[in-house]
């Protein structure tokens, strides 16, 4: 029989000062002390399927929801001594947790996992890795999910071929546009999710108690410019290897990128050319009633003019709008009744078959003079500015 017990605390007064005690989770106890909420566990971590996101929240490979909560696990406390292990993951499952932070993992041996013996950081040190699977077979086997941390505090090394590498620091920021350092962390990314866990005869890749991969940690170009980080200035060689300004090559080719990285996804921006189109009258007809313009075309041709082509149904003595003008140029084609169109002060009536332009900036209105409802189609032509000295996207749509 299972005990619950509920802790309740009653407070009188609140002193004005708190005598804080240090809370010690002592793991090397042993099983069975009477507050042990292992049993709320589901081992073994991922017996139910892969991690994914439904709903906007965490389910299980059977859909059901999931709730993680974890401890963070930096440095050593990602790979304790194989004695002590199993013992240290029975304690965080007796406190609950069912996830743990492999944090600070990238870093090199003793503290991580990358081998100190070599002058290059793309190669693991084969004892920690090895402490390191045993540990997560011991979590898995409790039903503790493991999140797995890519990049967090990787120091490159003279052999990786990366240019100023005593002064990267961490080589924050730098990470998300170097083409060499993206490369050097895809390897890594390989390397360790592709790496067959012996203990559970699997690859992290393909094992679903890794619920999380974190790419990238605490890594920003918007934190590093607030933080006035892109200084260029790097750190001075033979100085404390962590958080460091970005250095000077590093700087530069981020100044240069920024502006052709706005200038691309402008481009993006720009929509496709007008594909081709048939519009049957009969189709058109069909909407027209109740409504008194109907869209036909509205977008650019291959090589950015802007065309948009609407048909107008306007009743007898009223009219579409105000005179007025605009950088645009406009056709009228007349379908059906008559309209007298006024063009820089020259009027015209226009009946079935008329046609007529309006050139850039040039004030104009027309009015339906006839007894029946007039129809016309207009091509307005050009976006709204002056095309020749701006040759650029529509930004704003229009309509007449």
Not at 89 to 101: E, I, Q
Request: hydrophobic share 40%.
């Amino acid at each position: 029989m299972r005990v619950v017990i509920l802790l309740v605390l009653c407070v009188t007064a609140w002193p004005q000062t708190l005598d804080l005690k240090p809370f010690e989770m002592i793991w090397r106890v042993d099983a069975g002390v009477e507050a042990d909420m292992s049993f709320l566990l589901d081992a073994p971590a991922g017996r139910h399927g892969f991690v994914r996101v439904e709903g906007g929240h965490l389910v299980r490979g059977d859909g059901q929801r999931l709730r993680l909560g974890g401890v963070n696990l930096p440095l050593q406390s990602n790979r304790p001594a194989k004695q002590d292990a199993a013992a240290y993951a029975a304690h965080l499952a007796r406190f609950g947790v069912n996830c743990g932070r492999i944090h600070y993992f990238d870093w090199r041996a003793p503290r991580g996992i990358i081998d100190a013996r070599l002058p290059n950081s793309r190669t693991f040190d084969a004892e920690q890795l090895d402490r390191f699977d045993y540990f997560f077979a011991e979590l898995k086997k409790r039903g503790i999910y493991v999140d797995l941390n890519l990049n967090v505090g990787r120091i490159f090394e003279k052999d990786d071929g990366v240019r100023e590498y005593d002064l990267l620091g961490f080589a924050k920021a730098v990470t998300l546009f170097d083409e060499r350092i993206i490369e050097l962390e895809k390897e890594y990314a390989r390397m360790l999710l592709g790496h067959r866990n012996p203990y559970t005869n699997t690859q992290y890749r393909n094992d679903p108690a890794v619920a999380i991969v974190e790419i990238v940690n605490g890594n920003s170009i918007l934190i590093y410019w607030t933080a006035g980080k892109l200084s260029g200035k790097g750190l001075s060689p033979g100085t404390d290897k962590t958080w460091a300004d970005t250095p000077p090559s590093y700087e530069r080719d981020l100044s240069l990128l920024l502006p052709l990285m706005a200038a691309v996804k402008e481009a993006a921006q720009i929509p496709p050319p007008l594909p081709s189109k048939f519009d049957r009258f009969e189709d058109r007809a069909a909407h027209l009633p109740g409504s008194p313009m109907h869209p036909i075309l509205n977008g650019e041709t291959h090589t950015g003019f802007v065309i948009e082509v609407h048909e107008t149904e306007l009743p007898a003595s009223e009219v579409p709008h105000s005179p007025h003008s605009h950088v645009h140029e406009e056709i009228i084609l007349m379908r059906e009744g008559t309209m007298e169109v006024t063009i820089a002060g020259k009027s015209e009536r226009m009946g079935p078959g008329s046609v007529a332009y309006v050139a850039s900036g040039e004030y104009h209105g027309w009015r339906n003079v006839g007894n029946t409802t007039a129809r016309y189609v207009l091509v307005a032509l050009g976006p709204d500015y002056k095309y020749r000295q701006d040759p650029r996207s529509l930004k704003n749509r229009y309509s007449t």
